[in-house]
């Protein structure tokens, strides 16, 4: 499906399926122009998405040889198809940082070493080796790495008389990058702020606290001047600013709660026992019946928590040899 959202610059939003995922859609953003076209974001490695990328750009009479593309992140709903997508005369414009995540350039992080990162803070085997088969944000990765040219923060893509910057806020991913076009007060946000869901927050190997770097990109495009927000999925509705206070608030208490549930306890817990205690939506049914990946985001959520409160002392990890899994306690 495909929407006008915006008159001068021509933009349109192509919502792509996400099929079997509970996010539903992607918003693929897609800028028109006399001169050359740019499509930010594109869906997930699989046909369904291939199909509603190409139908939009038949629908609104767009060449691919004349269409350039914006990645905001690596997770694999934002890039998964963008390879197959560009024709050999576009460009892909993504992140320094996120590409080198995406192309293994990173030393020692791995999808492996998350699964034995995962298991020492208490995550159960059998999960993890279930999902390294049907985990989509791995499945729906693309099948070869496209080529890309870097960006870094204040870096400008331009579009005939317009000007997008790019903008670094990692977080939701070490490296994301939201676009902003200053002239208009039109900030692409991919998903570092999205309105009618919180953007997963997890814990990233090579990042120190992603929550902090989270909360920290979130005050800072607080401060820009924005009239429109265009997010990553579902409806944009009301003030930026306004929406990154609800999601720092959410963060608060979700750190208020993790400090709750050690207090109450009263006894050292690993990360797993934590995150099967915390809050979570759950749709009426128990966290034993938690599809899998749920768990796997759940789990990534309550770490990226416990690291910020480790990083500031509140709580203390430790070792425990017999188990080969960390615990934690109040310090
Ligand atoms: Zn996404």
């Known amino acids: 499906m495909v929407e006008k959202i915006y008159d001068k610059p021509e933009i349109y939003r192509v919502i792509v399926p996400l099929p079997e995922n509970p996010l539903r859609n992607l918003n693929s953003y897609l800028i028109k122009s006399d001169k050359r076209n740019l499509v930010i974001d594109t869906g997930f490695n699989r046909d369904e998405c291939y199909s509603a990328m190409i139908e939009a750009f038949e629908e609104l009479e767009i060449k691919i040889s004349e269409t350039d593309f914006f990645i905001t992140h690596l ?5 998964g198809i963008v390879g197959r997508l560009a024709g050999d005369q576009s ?4 992140g320094e940082t996120d590409y080198k995540y995406l ?5 020692g992080v791995s999808w492996d070493n998350m699964e034995i990162i995962y298991e020492h803070e208490g995550f159960p085997s059998d999960v993890s080796e279930r999902l390294s088969s049907t985990n989509q944000a791995r499945k729906y990765m693309p099948d070869r790495i496209f080529k890309a040219l870097t960006m870094s923060d204040g870096d400008i893509i331009k579009l005939g008389n317009y000007e997008f910057r790019c903008i670094l806020t990692p977080g939701h991913t070490p490296g994301h990058m939201c676009l902003y076009l200053e002239n208009e007060k039109l900030l692409f946000s991919g998903d570092h702020v999205l309105f009618d869901i919180t953007p997963n927050i997890t814990s990233w190997q090579g990042v120190e606290d992603s929550l902090e770097d989270y909360m920290k990109s979130l005050e800072m495009i607080k401060n820009l001047d924005v009239n429109i927000t265009f997010a990553g999925h579902r409806e944009s509705r009301g003030k930026l600013s306004d929406r990154v206070d609800e999601i720092l608030e959410h963060h608060r208490i979700r750190l208020e709660d993790t400090i709750k549930i050690l207090k109450d306890l009263d006894r050292p817990l690993n990360a ?7 809050k979570w939506n759950l749709r009426g049914i128990s966290w034993q019946e938690f599809p899998d990946n749920q768990k ?3 789990m990534g959520e309550t770490m990226s928590h416990i690291d910020y409160l480790v990083k500031r002392d509140v709580i203390s990890k430790k070792y425990d040899k017999d188990s080969g899994i960390y615990l934690y306690s109040l310090s």
């Open 75 to 79: 997770h694999g709903d934002h890039c």
């Open 91 to 94: 460009k892909i414009f993504m």
């Open 103 to 107: 192309i293994g350039d990173i030393e």
């Open 272 to 278: 797993y026992e934590i995150t099967q205690r915390m």
């Open 296 to 298: 796997w985001f759940a």
